[in-house]
C-alpha cells in the first residue's frame, strides 16, 4: 500500500517541474503580497472628511470593494503557501479529497491547487449550495426574530419563507 503511494507520487510532478512551480508561487506570491500592501494604503487613506452622506457612503462601499479584494488576495496568499508546505513536504500534487494525484496539466494551470479537478468541482457545488442557504438565511432570521418578538408565530412567517425560496411557491 505505501509501496503504491510513493511509486505514485513520485510519478507525479518531476523534481525539475516542482522547482519550477514552486519558482511560479513564490513570484505570484510576491506580486500578492504588494498587491494587498498597496490596497490597504488605500483603505487608510481616504478618511478624511466624510461629513457629507453621499461621500461617507461612496468611501465607505469603496473601503468594503477593497477590504473584499484584501480579503481574496489574502485567501489566494494563504492558498500559496499551503502549496509551497506541501512541496516542502513531498505531498505536492495530491488530492487534499480523495488522495488520487493531480493532472500535470492541472497543477500547471492551477499550481497552488490542492484538490483534483472531480474533487474541486464538488466543492464548487457544494459552496454554490452554501451561497444560497446563505441567501435566503437572512430572511428566516428576520422572520424568526419577529416572531419572537411578537411572542408567537408571525403571520407574515410563511409569506417571508417563500419569498426567500422562489421554489416553494
Ligand atoms: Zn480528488
Not at 484584501?70 to 500559496?80: C, P
Not at 432570521?141 to 425560496?165: C, I, K, N, T, Y
Amino acid at each position: 500500500m505505501r509501496a503504491v503511494n510513493s511509486t505514485s507520487n513520485r510519478a507525479a510532478v518531476r523534481q525539475d517541474e516542482m522547482a519550477c512551480i514552486g519558482g511560479r508561487l513564490l513570484e505570484k506570491r510576491h506580486f500578492l503580497v504588494r498587491l494587498l500592501q498597496a490596497e490597504m494604503l488605500q483603505i487608510d487613506e481616504p478618511v478624511g472628511l466624510p461629513k457629507d452622506s453621499a461621500d461617507a457612503a461612496c468611501s465607505t462601499s469603496t473601503r468594503e470593494a477593497l477590504y473584499q479584494l484584501g480579503a481574496v488576495e489574502a485567501g489566494a496568499i494563504a492558498e500559496i503557501d499551503h502549496a509551497l508546505e506541501k512541496i516542502d513536504e513531498g505531498t505536492y500534487g495530491t488530492c487534499e479529497t480523495c488522495g488520487k494525484r493531480i493532472s500535470a496539466a492541472r497543477l500547471k494551470a492551477i499550481p497552488s491547487t490542492c484538490l483534483c479537478l472531480a474533487c474541486k468541482r464538488r466543492q464548487e457545488a457544494r459552496a454554490r449550495a452554501r451561497a444560497e442557504e446563505a441567501y435566503s438565511e437572512p430572511w428566516r432570521l428576520a422572520s424568526a426574530l419577529d416572531a419572537e418578538q411578537a411572542g408567537e408565530d408571525s403571520p407574515e412567517l410563511s409569506v417571508v419563507a417563500v419569498r426567500g425560496r422562489p421554489n416553494a411557491a
